[in-house]
């Protein structure tokens, strides 16, 4: 089993930053990517931003310049540093971890962090 514990999230006004962290532990094996994922009220869930084991990353053109993705391999965390916010990023953020187990991948999602960015 794999565990993702998230943490950072909270309310923050518009034009503000939130920095989300996730820590993975548990049966880890072979991590091909770690991502950030949210999702809205009556939305469907979107990939927000993704680093792969290369370390190379692809964004949602709606965060493009504003939210940055990371992470520290010693730790098996990844962080998601948000600047900028509005208040169409308000959702509850999830992160998702891929492993490879032989010849077959496994994803695993945390529980949800909410991010609500409001005046």
């Known amino acids: 089993q794999v565990q993702l514990v998230e943490s950072g999230g909270g309310l923050v006004q518009p034009g503000g930053s939130l920095r989300l962290s996730c820590a993975a532990s548990?049966?880890?094996?072979?991590?091909?990517?770690m991502a950030w994922y949210r999702q809205a009220p009556e939305k469907e869930r979107e990939l927000v931003a993704r680093?792969?084991?290369?370390?190379?990353?692809n964004y949602a053109d709606s965060v493009k310049g504003r939210f940055a993705i990371s992470r520290d391999n010693a730790k098996n965390t990844v962080y998601l540093q948000m600047n900028n916010l509005k208040p169409e990023d308000t959702a509850v953020y999830y992160c998702?971890?891929?492993?490879?187990?032989?010849?077959?991948?496994?994803?695993?999602w945390g529980q949800g962090t909410q991010v609500n960015v409001s005046s």
């Open positions: 998702n971890l891929d492993q490879r187990i032989g010849p077959n991948v496994f994803g695993y």
């Open positions: 548990g049966s880890i094996f072979s991590i091909t990517a």
């Open positions: 680093i792969t084991s290369g370390a190379s990353t």
